[in-house]
Every structure is written in C-alpha cells, then in structure tokens.
Nanobody, 119 residues
Framework: QVQLVESGGGLVQAGGSLRLSCAAS????????MGWYRQAPGKQRELVAY???????VYADSVKGRFTISRDNAKNTVFLQMNSLKSEDTGVYSC?????????????WGQGTQVTVSS
C-alpha cells in the first residue's frame, strides 16, 4: 500500500511564499516522475510542475520564474517552492507520483492541500 501525504499549504498574502511537500510511504521499490497539480474553484485540474527521474522539469507558463519543483529521492519526497504568490494561484494542490511497488507501476495521488492567496 502506497500513500502520498502533502503538507505546507495555508493562507498567505499576495507576494508571499509557501513551500509544499509530498512524501510517499509504503512498500516502494522506486519512483519515476513526480508532479504537482492544482484545481481552482470552478476550474479543471491543471499541471503546475513536473520533474522526471532525471531531474528534467516542466512548468505551467503561469508559474515559470516563480515556482520551483525539486525532489529528494532518498526520502521519496517532492517539493514545490512557491514565491511571489498571486491570488490566481489559489486552489487545492495535489501531488502525483509514478511508483513501482509490489503492485507494479502505478500512479498515486495525495489528498490535496489548500493554498489560499489573499490580495
């Protein structure tokens, strides 16, 4: 059983910063891609940032230059450093990982953490 647990969300003023973390636990053999997604009220979930097993990164245009995704392979953890936050960054942020466990390769999701940016 693999579980992803996120932390670090909260309420912040525009221009502020937050750092999200997502740690995977369970019978994990390896983790390949990791990513952060967000869903704003009334909108579809969108990719915010992605990091491959080789540390190649992809960012949504709206967050380039402000957000940084990184990973700690030893701890099966992915981070999202969010700077210069804007009100439009408000939403539920969820992490996703491609994990190999006793059940083979599967995609797993965290429960989501709320980020609210006040203007």
């Amino acid at each position: 059983q693999v579980q992803l647990v996120e932390s670090g969300g909260g309420l912040v003023q525009a221009g502020g910063s937050l750092r999200l973390s997502c740690a995977a636990s369970g019978s994990i053999f390896s983790v390949s891609a990791m990513g952060w997604y967000r869903q704003a009220p009334g909108k579809q979930r969108e990719l915010v940032a992605y990091i491959s097993s080789g540390d190649n990164t992809v960012y949504a245009d709206s967050v380039k230059g402000r957000f940084t995704i990184s990973r700690d392979n030893a701890k099966n953890t992915v981070f999202l450093q969010m700077n210069s936050l804007k009100s439009e960054d408000t939403g539920v942020y969820s992490c996703n990982m491609r994990v190999r466990s006793v059940d083979g390769w599967k995609d797993y999701w965290g429960q989501g953490t709320q980020v609210t940016v006040s203007s």
